[in-house]
């Protein structure tokens, strides 16, 4: 939200220079870097997606990198908190493949649907119980969008 009001005060000043003063160049430059600065905010957010079709996991990293893996394929499923005076605790799930890591906020959209899923596969014997501990698994019921 801070941020947000930081681009959109310099976005107002870098149009009011550009309309009344003659530091049009600098108006311009201000408005180039305004724009850049806020696609390297939203990009991450729209080229992220993580989606399950069977047993298959298609997952696009933040910079637009393409991965597929199976559920076989994962080795492990990690929890992690960091926790801040002012911020509160904040929720991270790690799945650790062979060929790389897939970290998850609490906070990503669809991340309920996907820790519910991850309970079921668990539960059910689809996924191995060492891939997730039991204290992972209750963070996971933790923050599933399980009916209720």
């Given at each position: 939200?801070?941020?947000l009001?930081?681009?959109?005060?310099?976005?107002?000043m870098?149009?009011f220079?550009?309309?009344f003063?003659?530091?049009?160049?600098?108006?311009?430059?201000?408005?180039?870097?305004?724009?850049?600065?806020?696609?390297?905010l939203?990009?991450?957010?729209v080229?992220?997606?993580?989606?399950?079709?069977?047993?298959r996991?298609y997952?696009?990293?933040?910079?637009?990198?393409?991965?597929?893996f199976s559920?076989?394929d994962?080795k492990?499923i990690?929890q992690?908190?960091?926790?801040?005076?002012?911020?509160?605790v904040?929720f991270?799930?790690v799945?650790?493949?062979?060929?790389?890591?897939i970290?998850?906020?609490?906070?990503?959209?669809?991340?309920?649907?996907?820790a519910?899923?991850?309970?079921?596969l668990?539960?059910?014997?689809?996924?191995?119980s060492?891939?997730?501990?039991?204290?992972?698994?209750?963070?996971?019921?933790?923050?599933?969008?399980?009916?209720a």
């Amino acid at each position: 939200m801070v941020t947000l009001l930081i681009v959109a005060f310099f976005a107002a000043m870098a149009v009011f220079m550009l309309i009344f003063t003659e530091l049009k160049a600098i108006a311009v430059t201000m408005l180039i870097i305004l724009a850049v600065y806020t696609a390297a905010l939203i990009c991450p957010t729209v080229l992220f997606y993580l989606r399950v079709d069977g047993d298959r996991l298609y997952y696009r990293s933040r910079i637009g990198k393409k991965y597929e893996f199976s559920l076989s394929d994962i080795k492990s499923i990690v929890q992690t908190e960091h926790r801040h005076y002012r911020y509160g605790v904040k929720f991270f799930l790690v799945i650790k493949t062979n060929d790389q890591d897939i970290v998850l906020h609490h906070s990503m959209n669809g991340f309920g649907e996907l820790a519910a899923y991850l309970i079921w596969l668990y539960s059910s014997g689809t996924l191995n119980s060492s891939v997730i501990s039991k204290k992972c698994a209750g963070y996971l019921e933790k923050y599933s969008d399980k009916p209720a």
